[in-house]
């Protein structure tokens, strides 16, 4: 029997809205997702050693905070130190247009902006996630 998509919702840094991430979180339950939700102002070391700790297949944060260029790279880069690549990197948030590009060029898988549909922010988890491991 296949074990379910693991995946960590993160709030990092002092953003402290979380009703998108909460929304988020329901929403991959409610679609077969296990989803540890590590709460407010997470530093990405706290995000990526909750990650590695329960052995999750990916990380999403929701950044409202205008740091979004900051704490994914600071995500990515810790998950490349402790050599988990393989942890899918996905998210959403304010994040300008702009900004898109550059982040998935870093390795963030998806970005998902407000007004995404939850149903599809499921499908692309449920979808994607496993697909996605080890090609990073």
Do not use: C
């Amino acid at each position: 029997m296949d074990t379910p998509i693991r995946v960590v919702i993160a709030k990092p840094g002092l953003d402290g809205h979380d009703r998108g991430a909460k929304v988020i979180a329901r929403a991959l339950r409610d679609a077969g997702v296990e989803v540890v939700y590590t709460g407010l102002h997470q530093t990405p070391r706290q995000i990526v050693d909750t990650a590695l700790q329960e052995d999750a297949d990916g990380i999403g944060l929701s950044v409202l905070s205008g740091a979004h260029m900051t704490l994914f790279a600071e995500v990515l880069r810790l998950l490349d130190e402790a050599d988990a690549r393989d942890i899918t990197v996905f998210g959403g948030g304010i994040i300008p247009a702009a900004d898109v590009p550059v982040l998935l060029e870093m390795g963030v898988a998806a970005l998902f902006t407000p007004g995404s549909p939850t149903r599809d922010i499921a499908d692309w988890v449920t979808g994607n996630i496993r697909a996605l491991e080890g090609t990073r």
